[in-house]
């Protein structure tokens, strides 16, 4: 069984960072992508940032110059660093991951718990 567990969530001040962590474990064949959302109190979960298992990357024009995705293959870990925060970035973080478990099947999407990212003085 897969699982995501995000961690690195917590209060921080206008103008600080914090660096998310989301592990994946269980058994996974592949990862084809690896994807950070968020979802405000009454909005709709948005897509923050993406990274292939090329190496490439993408993020939502309100993090762009702010954030940085990236990923560690050997330890199966994906990393959301996120600086110059804002009172608008307030939410709570998700994982989430396209991946196979077996060759010869079809990736399924897989999501963690979530973590709580709070901006506020």
């Known amino acids: 069984q897969v699982q995501l567990v995000e961690s690195g969530g917590g209060l921080v001040q206008p103008g600080g960072s914090l660096r998310l962590s989301c592990a994946a474990s269980?058994?996974?064949?592949?990862?084809?992508?690896m994807n950070w959302y968020r979802q405000a109190p009454g909005k709709q979960r948005e897509l923050v940032a993406t990274i292939t298992s090329g190496g490439s990357t993408n993020y939502a024009d309100s993090v762009k110059g702010r954030f940085t995705i990236s990923g560690d293959n050997t330890k199966k870990t994906t990393y959301l660093q996120m600086n110059s925060l804002k009172p608008e970035d307030t939410a709570v973080y998700y994982c989430?991951?396209?991946?196979?478990?077996?060759?010869?099947?079809?990736?399924?999407?897989?999501w963690g718990q979530g973590t709580q990212v709070t901006v506020s003085s």
């Open positions: 269980g058994s996974i064949f592949s990862i084809n992508v």
């Open positions: 989430n991951g396209n991946m196979k478990i077996r060759s010869w099947q079809p990736p399924n999407a897989y």
